[in-house]
């Protein structure tokens, strides 16, 4: 076990930005504890690494990683990534003061940075599996899914399983009957293995895709069938950390728009415009308008007992 700290650009809130990433506490991946630690088991090698991560600071995060950490360089960057560490979003903020509705939820959120999930895979899946369903159905799905393919890890003072987000390759081997008993549709089970496997043959690279622009990093993206630009944009957005897009007709965004602007008249094109090219923070922070009015936010994955 080694202890580290990690350097953030302030403002910064764990509890936002975990709350945004997990999306609902019933997340079984992306676990937050009573006292607000943060509790991830990545994928490993022989065994899953356990991170924890801790703020006591408003400019550092404390890490504790459990398990091999002869790549802790390249861990510790993947933890920075996920958690939003680097990022400055003061010209965000500047743009969201000229817009009227938006702007006391900035200042009242400010502090959360955009996570990212740490594989293309895991991005992909949490995209696929959320197209057109509620937070609470896909979660469901998510779950039974994770449950069925993924690794469980007992750690120490966590009373519930920790599981690592399931391998490409375990999706490959499971059978369609199996896949279909989680929730997911035909369609979506398609969609996955044509995802998965573009993934393991190299056609679709995680490399390549940052070296692309966003419009072109979308146009790869949605040569596979099932994932539409709707789709492409969530997966820029949660799994490369592109703010510079924003997933547009989304009705669950456009229910958000109005928790958040009540009767305020909005021209959506406008607002994007002025948000610029660090846009795709709006998702983030609707999102925690949603968690907010349904008490989500920081709230414990379980309780001690």
């Given at each position: 076990m080694k202890m580290y700290e990690i350097p953030v650009v302030a403002p910064y809130r764990l509890d936002l930005t975990v709350?945004?990433?997990?999306?609902?506490?019933?997340?079984?991946?992306?676990?937050?504890?009573?006292?607000?630690?943060?509790?991830?088991?990545?994928?490993?090698?022989?065994?899953?690494?356990?991170?924890?991560?801790?703020?006591?600071?408003?400019?550092?995060?404390?890490?504790?990683?459990?398990?091999?950490t002869n790549n802790e360089a390249e861990l510790l960057g993947l933890?920075?990534?996920?958690?939003?560490?680097?990022?400055?979003?003061?010209?965000?903020?500047?743009s969201a003061k000229a817009i009227p509705w938006l702007a006391p939820l900035v200042q009242r959120m400010q502090g959360v940075k955009p996570p990212r999930y740490p594989t293309l895979w895991e991005a992909c899946v949490n995209a696929i599996v959320f197209q057109q369903l509620s937070l609470q159905a896909a979660i469901?799905?998510?779950?039974?899914?994770?449950v069925a393919l993924g690794e469980s890890v007992k750690v120490e003072a966590i009373p519930v399983p920790l599981y690592v987000f399931p391998a490409v390759e375990s999706f490959l081997r499971a059978?369609?009957?199996?896949?279909?008993?989680?929730?997911?549709?035909?369609?979506?089970?398609?969609?996955?293995?044509?995802?998965?496997?573009?993934?393991?043959?190299?056609?679709?690279?995680?490399?390549?895709?940052?070296?692309?622009?966003?419009?072109?990093?979308?146009?790869?993206?949605?040569?596979?069938?099932?994932?539409?630009?709707?789709?492409?944009?969530?997966?820029?957005?949660?799994?490369?950390?592109?703010?510079?897009?924003?997933?547009?007709?989304?009705?669950?965004?456009?229910?958000?728009?109005?928790?958040?602007?009540?009767?305020?008249?909005?021209?959506?094109?406008?607002?994007?415009?002025?948000?610029?090219?660090?846009?795709?923070?709006l998702y983030f922070y609707l999102l925690l308008a949603r968690l907010e009015s349904r008490g989500e936010i920081g709230r414990a994955s379980f309780e001690r007992p």
């Open positions: 709350s945004v990433l997990r999306r609902l506490s019933t997340n079984i991946v992306d676990l937050l504890t009573p006292e607000g630690q943060y509790v991830r088991a990545l994928a490993g090698s022989p065994e899953p690494v356990i991170v924890r991560i801790m703020q006591n600071r408003q400019n550092s995060l404390s890490a504790v990683i459990e398990g091999d933890v920075r990534e996920m958690l939003g560490c680097d990022h400055d979003l003061v010209d965000f903020e500047h469901a799905i998510m779950r039974r899914l994770i059978t369609d009957d199996l896949l279909r008993e989680t929730g997911l549709s035909a369609s979506k089970i398609a969609t996955l293995r044509r995802v998965a496997e573009a993934l393991t043959s190299g056609r679709i690279d995680k490399a390549k895709l940052e070296q692309c622009k966003s419009l072109n990093a979308a146009a790869i993206l949605c040569q596979i069938k099932g994932i539409g630009p709707w789709t492409a944009t969530v997966i820029l957005l949660r799994g490369l950390g592109r703010l510079d897009v924003f997933p547009a007709n989304d009705t669950s965004v456009a229910s958000n728009i109005a928790l958040v602007s009540g009767t305020a008249p909005y021209d959506a094109k406008s607002v994007l415009d002025t948000l610029g090219q660090q846009r795709g923070m």
